[in-house]
């Protein structure tokens, strides 16, 4: 590593974070880790998709709206009231 001053403290930094780097990749484990049993896998069912679906779709039409000048911020008196304004 001649672009780095040969120095122990700047070649121990490059090495550690290149040990981590590996590690981060999955190079080479680390001995003391395990398999992680608390993480599951992600699966989306139906009703997940449907969900996401019905928000993206109101999000687009809030923004086709926005682009328009049809759609506003709009907040009910009550929680005016209630945040002090």
């Not at 009703?47 to 039409?61: A, H, M, P, Q």
């Amino acid at each position: 590593m001649r672009w780095l001053p040969n120095t122990a403290c700047s070649q121990l930094g490059v090495r550690t974070a290149l040990f981590w780097l590996f590690v981060w990749l999955g190079v080479f484990p680390v001995s003391a880790a395990s398999p992680r049993t608390w993480l599951q896998k992600l699966v989306y069912q139906f009703k997940d998709r449907i969900l996401i679906g019905v928000g993206l779709t109101i999000l687009l039409f809030s923004l086709a709206l926005s682009t328009l000048g049809l759609g506003q911020f709009w907040v009910p008196p009550g929680l005016i009231a209630l945040a002090g304004g």
